[in-house]
C-alpha cells in the first residue's frame, strides 16, 4: 500500500531536532499505531487529523496505518507534529504528490474543524529545520512572521489544513506561492524607566555603571525604599541591544515560553527578570518530567535576573544559581537524557540589612537579635557570594537628596557604557570573549594581561590576609580592568584595583 513522508521538528529545551514523519498505510482491520516516544498530546494526533481531513472535505481510508516519528529514540512532546502527520497520510492515501511533501518541513496542531493552531516554540523549530538543510517551512498563520526571523528559510503560513493542501498541489502544477516577507529589525526598549528618577544614592549609581559596563553579578544590601529595585529596573537601560545572534538566542527561549510579546520582531534589548521570592526550583533554574522548560534564568538569558528579598528565597534554589553564574548553562540531567538551556544572564541581588529591614548604622531601631540576622544571611552561602562581583550598601534617602540636582539619565550613562563594552570587544577580539566578566582569571594572570606588583598590592595584601579566595582575586582584577575601562585608561592602575577592592567588600554581608 502506500508509504508517505515529510518532516517536523521535536523540541528538547530550546534546541529542535529534525525529524522525519513517516505513515505507512496497509490492508487489515483498522488500527493506528505510532513509535518514536510520543507523549500522550502527540499520540493524539491520529484523531485530530482524522477529523481535520473530514472538515476539509476529504477522507483518510480506514486502513491499518503505521506512524513512525524518526529518530525513535528521541522523545516527542507537543501537538507540533499534526499538521506533519496530516500530510504524510495524505501522501500515503495518494491524495498529495509523494514529492512536494518530502523536502518540506511542518510545524502546526490541527484543530477538529481544520484550523492549523499555533503552537509555542517555532522560532527553535525552524531555526533547526535550516541547520539540517531544509528552507522550505509550513508554519501556522500565526506564527509565520516569528518563523520568518530565521535567516535563510522560506516560511509559508496557512491557517488551515485545506490552505497546506492547495499550497502543496499549487507547487506541483508549477505555481510560485507567495512566502512570508521577512520583519524589519524594530527595537522596542523606549519605553524603558530612566535612572534620572532615582533620588540620591551616588555611590549605588556608580556602581551600577560599573556592572553594566563589565557584565558583572551585583548585591544590593539597604532598608526598604533605599531604592534597590528602582536602581535594578534601570540596568536594561544601560546594557547596549543586542546582536542579531543573541537577540535569536533570547528570542527562542522567549518562544519557548510562549512569552514573546511581538511575533513580528526580535527581543533587540536586554531582558529583565524578576521571580517572586516564593518560586520553585523549576520556575527558576528550569526543569519538568516529561518535558523539560526554561527557567527564569534562562527567560533572563542575555540580560537581567533581578531577585529581591533574596534571603527570603529557598536555600537550594539560590545554591542552583551558582553553575550557571560560572557556566551560562543550565544543564538538566534525567535518567535517559540531558537537556542543556542557556542562561548567560547578570545577577543583580537585592536584600535588607536584617529580617525587620530597619537596621540603620549601628542598628540603633533593629529588633532583631544577632541569631536572626545571623540566620537571616545564611541563605546566602559563601560560594555564591564569591561569584558576586559588585556589592554596595544603600543608606535611607535623606531631605537633602530629596531636594539636590537630579542624578544623570540612562542615556548619559548608557553612552560611556557602550563605549567601555566596545573597548572591551577590542581587546578581547582574538580570544572570543566580549566582556570583563567572562575572561578567566587565568588569562588575567598570565604573561601578557597580568599587572605589576606594584598595581595589585592592595588584592595581594587582602588574599594573604584571607579575605579574598582566588575566584575573588580574579574578579577584583575584572571590575579593575571595567573601572579603567570607564576612566578610559589603557590598563588598571593602582587606584582602579583599589576601587574594584573597594566594590566587593562594601556591603554590609561581605564578609
Known sequence: MGLGRTHAVALSGVEGQLVQVEAHMAQGLPAMAMSGLPDAACSRA???VRAAAEGCGLSIPQRRWTINLTPAWLPKTGSGFDLGIAVAQLVASDLLPPRVAEGVVHIGELGLDGAVRPVAGVLPMVAAAAAGGRTAIIVPAANAAEAALVPGVTVYGVASLREAIDLHLSVHAGARPRAVPVPEPQDSGGGAPDLCDV???????????????GRHHMLMVGTPGAGKTMLAERLPGLLPALDRSEALEVTAVHSVLGALED????????PFVAPHHSASMAAVIGGGSARVRPGAVSQAHRGVLFLDETPEFRRDVLDGLRQPLESGEVVIARADRQTRLPARFQLVAAAN????????????????TSLARRTYFNKLSGPLLDRIDVRVSLLPVTLAA????????TSVVARRVLVARQAQRQRWADTGWTVNADVPG???RDSVWRLPRSVTTPLDRAMDRGELTLRGYDRCLRVAWTVADLAGADRPG?????????LRTSSEVAA
Open 199 to 213: 533620588v540620591g544614592q551616588p555611590e549605588a549609581r556608580a556602581a551600577l555603571e560599573v556592572a553594566a559596563a
Open 263 to 270: 511575533r513580528h520582531s526580535l527581543v533587540v534589548r536586554a
Open 494 to 502: 593602582r587606584e582602579h584595583l583599589g576601587q574594584a577592592l573597594a
Open 402 to 409: 530629596l531636594g539636590g540636582p537630579p542624578g544623570e539619565p
Open 46 to 48: 491520529p484523531n485530530r
Open 442 to 444: 587565568s588569562l588575567l
Open 353 to 368: 540589612p536584617c529580617p525587620c529591614g530597619r537596621a540603620v548604622g549601628k542598628g540603633e531601631r533593629c529588633e532583631c
